[in-house]
């Protein structure tokens, strides 16, 4: 396994995860957000860039900790794609969850931003670790 091409394909993941993050957030739980408009910064290319540059370099991270960690090896998995879901909802249940509850409970945000938010985490953070998976099989 080379550190190279698993960091690689986490970016690569990262960049697909853009497309599923505009689906969930973006566009299924977008509505929500009006329930709380005090919340929220205007949106706009600036902030559609910097969010896009984001999630690519955080698939690249999670591609260096699928690396480090030994990927998803010490599960027991012979499929890189049962491999790669499994490692992606760990990290997930690890991470952004806790991230994205702690933060609900201080933040004045409708349930359904937090609901699209987790799910949009999830299968972000699935199809990294898919990819990371991917290129290092």
Same mark, same amino acid.
Do not use: N
């Given at each position: 396994?080379? #550190?190279? *091409?698993?960091?690689?394909? =986490? $970016?690569?993941?990262?960049?697909?995860?853009?497309?599923?993050?505009? #689906?969930?957030?973006?566009?299924?739980?977008?509505?929500?957000? *009006?329930?709380?408009?005090?919340?929220? *910064?205007?949106?706009?290319?600036?902030?559609?860039?910097?969010?896009?540059?984001?999630?690519?370099?955080?698939? $690249?991270?999670?591609? #260096?900790?699928?690396? /480090?960690? =030994?990927? $998803?090896?010490?599960?027991?998995?012979?499929?890189?794609?049962?491999?790669?879901? #499994?490692?992606?909802?760990? /990290?997930?249940?690890a991470v952004a969850c806790?991230?994205?509850?702690?933060? $609900?409970?201080?933040?004045?945000?409708? *349930?359904?931003?937090?609901?699209?938010?987790?799910?949009?985490?999830?299968? =972000?953070?699935?199809?990294?670790?898919?990819?990371?998976?991917?290129?290092?099989?």
């Amino acid at each position: 396994m080379s #550190l190279m *091409r698993v960091v690689i394909a =986490g $970016a690569v993941g990262g960049f697909l995860s853009i497309f599923t993050s505009w #689906l969930v957030t973006g566009y299924l739980f977008h509505g929500y957000q *009006r329930r709380t408009p005090e919340a929220w *910064r205007p949106e706009g290319p600036k902030q559609y860039a910097t969010s896009s540059v984001i999630q690519v370099l955080g698939g $690249a991270a999670v591609g #260096l900790l699928w690396f /480090a960690t =030994g990927g $998803a090896a010490r599960l027991g998995t012979t499929s890189w794609l049962l491999g790669g879901v #499994l490692f992606g909802g760990l /990290a997930w249940l690890a991470v952004a969850c806790p991230i994205h509850v702690t933060t $609900a409970v201080y933040v004045k945000v409708h *349930r359904g931003v937090v609901v699209g938010l987790l799910l949009d985490s999830l299968l =972000g953070l699935c199809v990294v670790g898919c990819a990371c998976a991917w290129g290092a099989s």
